[in-house]
């Protein structure tokens, strides 16, 4: 028997690319059957009725920031968890830059026993790619991947010194593993606090053009072209690095790219005065960079969207702007930021699905972020147009540096589901 059977649904197939009525069912944590609309349903344990909302794979979100080891008052697996699975997230993938950073077997495997004692959500941890991040020696990427690591990355320490890179990215590419990197040019972006022009001019704050991430990116995809090696940009945010990416892609280099909620959804005009919960790295860009990465989404040119959840406490953000912590969260507000894409008529939500779930499972290797059968019945039900205001202090995070405080948005999760069990209902 059916354990359990999702009726009177609007399901999202990211993989055929279509919002249609009908029904799931799910048996052993697993997708069972996809039932067109008025079709026989099977006999369930426990049938749970949509009532014509949304239901999606989870979302699987690559680059969030846990605080564990060394930071845990910012964050914990068990308020990250339960932030995701409020958010729809059912797969954080974690990034290396803690305290100390994830750069040995011992740590990584740290992470992983607190991950599973106290997150309800899948997490997958990514490890670093030179230890400490400090961009001279490689981390021991065989037998980091042997302990569970799904990726290496150094996140925002960009490795200046090319022949160490090459040599990572070398030996990453003999094991089959999966680099991500930070495409910006190192020296012209350090201490900037914003994207240069009028707006950066007139508030006196220290600015970094854009070039400086089509530099980056530059550098990146030349040392891949050399190395054959696996890559991901984790964050593409101005309009200037998507033609190399585009020649990239069209040169068969395994190549994907990725942006961030914030980016999709704000501009350089949000920090307005001095806002520091809209403080981010890479900053915030023009409008014009706005819609020219939202459209970039929308064509497949950028495959994976992801929160780049980074928590910060309040002692580093009340601070003035240039001296700051940059970083904002985002687990629970993903999905009711995509849908202003949505809501704009930017990008529907098949697409929106492909980007937060279907690519980043296949760029990960995992068979998730698919409505078909066989498929773990990881998902989230949702009203995509359930309104509401945003209150920080609603959130589950340790943290709530959220730019999105007192905005209006659209979009609650009802429900959210791993391996066919409920792990959050909204009440």
Same mark, same amino acid.
């Given at each position: ?11 999202? *197939? ?121 961009? /001279? ?71 970094? +053009? ?11 995809? =030349? ?46 005009? *949000? ?13 915030? /860009? ?12 929308? +064509? ?29 969260? =985002? ?16 990008? *529907? ?7 937060? +779930? ?70």
């Amino acid at each position: 028997m059916t354990d359990t059977l999702f009726t009177n649904a609007k399901l999202i *197939d990211p993989e055929a690319g279509t919002v249609t009525t009908g029904a799931v069912a799910v048996t052993g944590g697993r997708i069972s059957a996809v039932i067109t609309d008025g079709a026989e349903l099977p006999d369930a344990r426990e049938t749970v009725d949509c009532n014509r909302k949304h239901l999606g794979p989870g979302l699987i979100d690559i680059g969030v920031k846990v605080c564990e080891p060394g930071e845990r008052h910012k964050e914990s697996f068990g308020s990250a968890g339960l932030a995701a699975a409020a958010g729809g997230v059912t797969t954080m993938v974690t990034r290396p830059d803690t305290d100390p950073a994830i750069d040995n077997p011992e740590t990584l495997e740290f992470v992983i026993r607190r991950a599973r004692e106290a997150a309800p959500v899948n997490v997958l941890p990514m490890a670093a790619l030179t230890k400490g991040r400090q961009g /001279r020696e490689m981390t021991e990427i065989g037998f980091l991947l042997d302990a569970g690591a799904v990726a290496f990355t150094d996140c925002d320490h960009v490795i200046t010194d090319s022949k160490v890179f090459a040599r990572a990215l070398t030996y990453a590419r003999s094991l089959g593993a999966l680099v991500l990197g930070h495409p910006q040019e190192p020296v012209l972006s350090a201490g900037a606090a914003a994207t240069s022009g009028k707006f950066a001019s007139l508030r006196g704050l220290p600015a970094v +053009s854009p070039m400086a991430e089509r530099m980056g990116l530059d550098r990146d995809i =030349a040392m891949v072209e050399m190395t054959g090696a696996r890559y991901h940009a984790d964050q593409i945010t101005a309009q200037r690095a998507l033609p190399p990416l585009e020649r990239a892609k069209a040169n068969g280099f395994d190549i994907t790219a990725g942006t961030s909620i914030h980016h999709l959804t704000l501009n350089a005009l *949000d920090v307005a005065d001095y806002r520091t919960f809209f403080k981010i790295k890479p900053p915030l /860009r023009d409008e014009e960079d706005r819609l020219a990465i939202a459209e970039a989404v929308r +064509s497949g040119l950028i495959d994976i969207i992801s929160s780049m959840h980074t928590p910060q406490d309040e002692e580093s953000k009340r601070l003035p702007f240039e001296a700051a912590a940059s970083g904002a969260v =985002a687990l629970e507000t993903l999905l009711p930021a995509a849908m202003r894409l949505f809501h704009a008529d930017q990008v *529907d939500l098949p697409t929106l699905w492909r980007a937060m +779930s279907l690519n980043p499972a296949r760029r990960l290797g995992l068979d998730a972020g698919r409505m078909a059968v066989g498929a773990p019945a990881d998902l989230v039900l949702f009203d995509a147009h359930a309104p509401f205001v945003m209150d920080r202090g609603t959130l589950h995070s340790k943290s709530r540096n959220t730019p999105f405080d007192g905005a209006r948005m659209q979009g609650k999760v009802l429900q959210t589901f791993v391996a066919g069990h409920s792990i959050y209902k909204r009440s």
